[in-house]
């Protein structure tokens, strides 16, 4: 593939394990941390909507003019899984981790970045 295609945006898959699980299973306070996360990386908030799942787990939305920061989570096992989705190349993605690794405690994390919308570049011929 040539790398001189512009992505349409960048999509990061945030792994954090070992967090807090009393945070992971709080509803306000996961909707806080998101919220503030897209503020740090000077996002535009469109829209937050968050469901606490019983007996426990959070998922969550902050839809942002760039595209979106979603969450869920398995208090049950001290793990939440995170996508950081944006179409605006200024933003810095690695602030919203940082900011999220910090307030939910985590010991480890995982990521991989993934550039969205590359193959749109690439002429398909259908038969």
């Known amino acids: ?12 898959l945030l792994e954090l394990y070992e967090c807090d699980s009393n945070l992971l299973n709080n509803t306000n306070a996961i909707e806080t941390i998101l919220t503030e996360s897209a503020r740090i990386a000077e996002a535009t908030i469109v829209e937050t909507s968050f469901h606490h799942f019983s007996p426990y787990g959070v998922s969550g939305v902050v839809v942002i003019a760039e ?4 969450i869920h989570t398995w208090p049950e096992h001290d793990y939440a899984a995170i996508d950081i989705f944006t179409c605006d190349d200024e933003m810095v993605i690695d602030h919203i981790v940082d900011h999220l690794k910090v307030e939910l405690k985590a010991k480890r994390f995982d990521q991989k970045m993934i550039r969205r919308g590359i193959g749109m570049n690439v002429k398909t011929e259908y038969v």
């Open 67 to 70: 595209s979106h920061i979603t």
């Open 1 to 12: 593939m040539d790398t001189n295609f512009k992505a349409l945006g960048r999509h990061l």
